[in-house]
T-cell receptor, first 113, second 114 residues
């Protein structure tokens, strides 16, 4: 049963700390997406990759957020320094670019105090 | 830019009944995809159903079916024989053909009443 995995599932941290979220896409998928979900803004696309290359990160605050794919099995989203307004659920999704369907991981719930 | 509108913030229905969730979208393109995702309290986003705009036949997946009206830019989800496990937020989403970026609606919170 192929699934997108994300770690950690929950994270509580203090303002100013670095946060790293990890995602393992479904084997064989070549697109990876990072979304943020909040009550106020709903689901927002932060960044996405195709074949490990970043295609669009216009939704991401550049000064504190960074997204990378060190290899085809790992995507990371880092926040440094974290702020209380970053509190949200962060989802990773993966897909195959010829199918245009995204499969989501379980999300990381981040709380910045 | 495309927009996706879900005009029903909340709905509730008795178990075993049929319920229809509405979704409208706005685009000037003719080739695109539409999706319904389900988000239960566990927060996992689960793909329910997908529709290619070039297909006239409405997609179905077991108890879930859509009514896709391309001219009206409407994409409603029908859940038949509703079950308690269908209780969730339901999101309608859109992406252009060849561009995987999804645009989501604001969601409809569906509660199935025992």
């Amino acid at each position: 049963d192929a699934r997108v995995t994300q770690t950690p599932r929950d994270k509580v941290t203090e303002m100013g700390q670095e946060v790293t979220m990890r995602c393992q896409p479904i084997l064989g998928h070549n697109t990876v997406f990072w979304y943020r979900q909040t009550m106020m803004q709903g689901l927002e696309l932060l960044a996405y990759f195709r074949n490990r290359a970043p295609l669009d990160d216009s939704g991401m605050p550049k000064d504190r957020f960074s997204a990378e794919m060190p290899d085809a099995t790992l995507a990371t989203l880092k926040i440094q320094p974290s702020e209380p307004r970053d509190s949200a659920v962060y989802f990773c999704a993966s897909g195959w670019d010829r199918e245009e369907t995204q499969y989501f991981g379980p999300g990381t719930r981040l709380l910045v105090l | 830019a495309q927009t996706v509108t879900q005009s029903q913030p909340e709905m509730s229905v008795q178990e075993a009944e049929t319920v229809t969730l509405s979704c409208t979208y706005d685009t000037s393109e003719s080739n695109y995809y539409l999706f319904w995702y389900k988000q239960p309290p566990s927060r996992q986003m689960i793909l329910v159903i997908r529709q290619e705009a070039y297909k006239q036949q409405n997609a179905t997946e077991n108890r879930f079916s859509v009514n896709f009206q391309k001219a009206a830019k409407s994409f409603s989800l029908k859940i038949s024989d509703s079950q308690l496990g269908d209780t969730a937020m339901y999101f309608c989403a859109f992406c252009y053909f060849g561009n995987e970026k999804l645009t989501f609606g604001t969601g409809t919170r569906l509660t199935i009443i025992p």
